[in-house]
């Protein structure tokens, strides 16, 4: 006779985890997340034990020894059984769809709960928040059903299984099913049950789902499964509106609505009482969406989309993400002015919905379909039409409630095939409040996809894309960019050119940046250090190395640098220059007005505040004049912050700055010593130093690539630049003093610095000269062959001495800024150490570059140590490491930092670009000149 867990794995004889056209057994409709009164949590320590093949759980499942314990929410994967693997399109195995390996993982779960008092005699439902594999239920020894959708909870009504006393389920997660090949999100593939097990009783008559949702005009439209009685609350508890749902239909007019918008994300709470029932409770915004005009409109006002992507993902947990995490991702999110986020590529946890209800925060919810190994086929096959189908209802009858939902979208980069066509006629008959979303119907034709999607949402593409179709377009939808900016280590360059495009036109209505956070898993090594580890790295083959750290977050919510350039552009308040030294303040909200912030101006020079002021009470278009006193360059900068706490984010905080120059620099002429500088004949290096210089400056044409320059670990999908530098040899130049000699007062080195291959020296001169107040002036000259256009860098290293720590800089700061990224970072006076320049990118790489500094210095505990000055301005990196070191090292606690000081000054720097996802680093931004010249000034301190 078969058991119970027998029978669910080979229905009918048939491998269930082989079965695309089972998609579940005995699931419950889905239906909206509602508040219940009485609910049995089921999370906790479960019985565990894990077999290597779905035919050996039977025999597993009835054993009595040999459990272990697991924590549920969670997954064995991060849980010590198995092992995490990360892949971006490829699939994990070799088999084509539906079949998997028969070596497949199985996990066995096991919980005793007892019922509560008083639910014996109400229907009992069991919830799964959501099964990352094929999940199987068994209840008392009795089947109870099957579900497939990993992300979306699956129901079923327990109440004839369930006995008084003790009850035993068991849960059944195979974890390679057909529903695998829809679910390749560019992720780590985990198993387990990563969210929420409970039951819940109901008793006759109940609220089985409930739609509700408010317009911007006031009026409330409530669809039930029931008759009974709503009553409406505003966010003080008042009671608005007292209404009877009739034939499960309610639409009643609310007086003067507080609207619901990412700005005021205005909330009210829906109670709705059967008649002799138990009462469920949603919140419910008004608000209204639409496209109209080739606009993406909320209430009536076209947003523009300051987005991020996000996967539920945590570097301990895996998908199991906690809430106070979820509620960390949303504050953060909002301090910087990040205000709409894609579920990629799944939706969500339910929770994370609540908090973007609550903070203000508009969505794209995502269907849990992605089918990008078998891109374009299994949209098409027949097998897979009613997964497509379900997943897509699970997301929308789960998700329909909440008004931070502004647009459906059917899924991810799966092609486009009649199965997207049926679930997008199945969304619009559903739900016609909200827009549909989907790429992969526009992907090879913009123009196209009006059935699957109602905006134009390509990724990736690059600012002159966007722009010549926003000029040429007829098209009756605007255009929001699904992904890009691929956030993948140092990188998000040119974010302020897209910037400027969506200003430039109104068709083009921003978009979600690639991605929030690095998919890094957080491992000790036998040194006791940690570092997130990537795909390869728990022996899983195949992989996709470091393509998962791609985020503007590390995975311990910590900004990357490039996320302020990103608040900075999204920022509320605008300052415009009208003439001379007067100015505009401009308010970008759609719906809010300035109040909430108070304003402040500062003018400075030379690193320090000259005058400084606050602005009288804010509003749009108020202008006010900033005089810049005495000579020399001036800056004025503005600052805005919050007047009072808001729920998310305490008073004064800085939402929005700008920076404007009052006045250029005057450079003063250089009194040069009569005597010449002292180099080193033998090697060309400045001798005049002391023993605080220990080499250089030296030409330095390399940098430790950035992911965009080349992905160093992904040789298959090499795109940029890197291989051709590796191949001239940039990486290892040669130097050789070809002249050192004096030239009037001065002394001109010349070096000629060559690598591999065919191509012609660089020529590097310096004329170096002695200045009357003790500094030396060095002048340089390089010039190189067209072979070695479009370099990393065109500049100078330095050895310093150990000790010289503490770091001084005036120019852009705090963080660090490069050609393509720099719209944030303010010219000023900034303190630091060398050791805190160090940017921990999960590959080490290229980092903490300062555009634009006049002059820096670093000291030692005594104060002695160097100032070098711009010729006018110059960039620069401090670090403990050099190039190579940086280079050389696959994980940051492979990073041992040296006790010298590693000094570029450089006059240009590659931009970053976005090249490892994305459009290369703009032309603007590229070292593509024959001859470059640039001066600084070194003086001892």
């Known amino acids: 006779m078969k058991s119970a867990v027998e029978s669910l794995l080979f229905p009918g004889g048939r491998r269930s985890w082989e079965n695309p056209e089972l998609t579940s057994l005995n699931r419950l409709p889905p239906h909206a ?65 539906p079949t998997v390996p028969d070596e497949n993982p199985t996990g066995i779960y096991r919980q005793r709960f007892t019922l509560p008092r008083g639910w014996r005699s109400r229907r009992v439902v069991l919830h799964f928040g959501g099964a990352e594999g094929a999940l199987h239920v068994v209840l008392n020894g009795r089947p109870v059903g099957i579900a497939k959708d990993a992300r979306t909870p699956a129901e079923f009504d327990v109440t004839d299984l369930v006995q008084p006393g003790e009850n035993e389920l068991v849960a059944v997660v195979v974890q390679w099913s057909d529903a695998s090949f829809v679910e390749d999100q560019d992720q780590w593939w985990h198993a387990g049950l ?77 109670v709705v009482t059967p008649e002799g029932g138990e009462r469920v409770e949603v919140r419910v915004g008004f608000r209204t969406v639409e496209v109209r005009d080739g606009r993406l409109l909320v209430n009536g006002s076209a947003v523009q989309i300051h987005g991020v992507n996000r996967h539920d993902d945590h570097d301990v947990l895996g998908r199991a993400v906690p809430r106070e995490t979820m509620e960390a991702d949303a504050l953060l999110m909002k301090r910087f002015n990040v205000n709409a986020v894609r579920t990629s590529h799944y939706p969500n946890d339910p929770y994370w919905l609540d908090l973007c209800d609550r903070y203000g925060l508009y969505v794209v919810d995502e269907a849990n379909v992605e089918s990008h190994a078998y891109y374009d086929e299994i949209c098409r096959d027949p097998r897979y039409a009613a997964a497509f189908l379900e997943r897509v209802r699970n997301m929308v009858e789960r998700d329909k409630n909440h008004p931070s939902v502004i647009l459906w979208s059917l899924g991810n980069e799966s092609g486009y095939g009649p199965n997207h066509d049926a679930a997008a006629g199945w969304v619009r008959s559903a739900d016609r409040s909200r827009p549909l979303h989907y790429e992969g119907a526009i992907k090879f034709d913009w123009s196209g996809g009006h059935a699957a999607t109602d905006v134009v949402c390509p990724m990736y593409a690059s600012v002159e894309e966007i722009e010549a179709w926003a000029e040429r377009t007829k098209d009756s939808r605007p255009l929001i960019l699904c992904e890009y900016s691929h956030a993948m280590g140092n990188s998000n360059g040119g974010l302020s050119d897209y910037y400027a495009a969506f200003d430039r036109h109104t068709a083009l209505q921003g978009g979600f940046v690639w991605e929030w956070i690095d998919h890094g898993i957080r491992q000790t090594d036998e040194r006791g250090r940690t570092y997130w580890a990537y795909g390869g790295d728990f022996g899983d083959e195949p992989n996709d190395a470091n393509f998962c750290a791609d985020g503007i977050v590390w995975p311990d919510r910590t900004p990357h640098p490039a996320l302020h350039e990103l608040k900075f552009l999204a920022q509320p308040v605008r300052v415009v220059k009208v003439r001379g030294s007067r100015f505009r303040i401009r308010n970008r909200h759609l719906f809010a007005d300035l109040r909430a912030y108070r304003g402040e101006w500062e003018v400075s020079g030379d690193g320090e505040v000259i005058r400084r002021g606050r602005l009288p009470a804010l509003r749009d278009g108020l202008e006010v004049e900033i005089d810049a006193p005495g000579g020399g360059e001036r800056f004025v900068t503005f600052r805005f912050f919050l007047r009072k706490e808001t729920a998310w984010a305490p008073a004064g905080h800085e939402v929005a700055w700008q920076q404007f120059p009052l006045s250029s620099r005057k450079r003063r002429a250089a009194r040069r010593s009569v005597h010449p500088p002292e180099v080193d004949p033998a090697t060309g290096e400045l001798v005049g130093l002391g023993d605080l210089v220990l080499e250089g400056p030296r030409l330095q044409l390399w940098r430790a690539p950035t992911d965009n320059d080349g992905l160093r670990l992904m040789p298959q999908r090499q795109t940029g630049v890197l291989p051709r530098w590796l191949e001239l040899g940039l990486d290892r130049l040669e130097h050789r003093l070809e002249s050192a000699r004096p030239r009037g007062r001065s002394v001109e080195v010349v070096h000629r610095v060559s690598g591999r291959g065919e191509w012609s020296d660089a020529l590097h001169r310096q004329t170096i000269s002695a200045l009357a107040d003790g500094g030396i002036l060095v002048e340089n000259e390089v010039r190189v062959g067209p072979e070695l256009r479009d370099l990393p860098r065109v500049g100078v290293v330095l050895t310093l001495v150990p000790g010289v720590e503490q770091l001084e800089w005036i120019g852009r700061g705090p963080w660090e800024s490069y050609s393509d990224r720099l719209a944030s970072a303010v010219v000023g006076r900034w303190k630091s150490t ?22 820096l210095v670093l000291t030692d505990a005594d104060g002695a140590g160097l100032v070098v000055e711009g010729r006018p301005t110059i960039g620069f990196t401090a670090s403990h490491f050099a190039a190579g070191d940086l280079y050389r090292a696959l994980h940051t606690n492979e990073l041992e930092p040296r006790a010298e000081v590693v000094l570029s000054l450089d006059q240009a720097q590659r931009g970053l670009g976005t090249a490892s996802c994305g459009p290369d680093t703009g032309k603007q931004y590229r070292l593509v000149e024959p001859v470059y010249e640039f001066a600084y000034v070194l003086r001892r301190l």
């Not at 109901?202 to 509700?212: C, M, Q």
């Not at 003080?236 to 609310?254: F, H, I, N, P, S």
């Open 194 to 270: 990563p969210r929420r097990v409970f039951l819940y009783a109901t008793a006759e008559p109940y609220v089985a789902d409930l739609f509700a949702r408010g317009d911007a005009d006031g009026i409330l439209h409530v669809r039930a499964t029931c008759d009974g009685a709503a009553e409406l609350f505003d966010e003080r508890d008042r009671k608005v509106l007292t209404g009877t749902l009739r034939a499960g239909k309610l639409e009643e007019q609310v007086r003067a609505p507080r609207l619901w918008s990412a700005e005021e994300p205005a909330l009210y709470r829906l």
């Open 33 to 97: 997340t509602l508040a219940r009164p009485r609910t049995l949590a089921l999370d906790g320590e479960w019985e565990f034990r894990i077999v290597s093949r779905p035919e050996e759980a039977p025999h597993a499942a009835g054993l009595a020894r040999g459990w272990t314990t697991v924590a549920v929410p969670g997954l064995w994967t991060m849980q010590g059984f198995g092992r995490p693997q990360y892949t971006n399109v490829q699939m994990p195995f070799p088999q084509p769809p």
């Open 834 to 855: 060398v050791a805190e320049q160090y940017v921990p990118y999960i590959l080490p790489q290229e980092h903490g570059h300062h555009a634009d500094a006049r002059r």
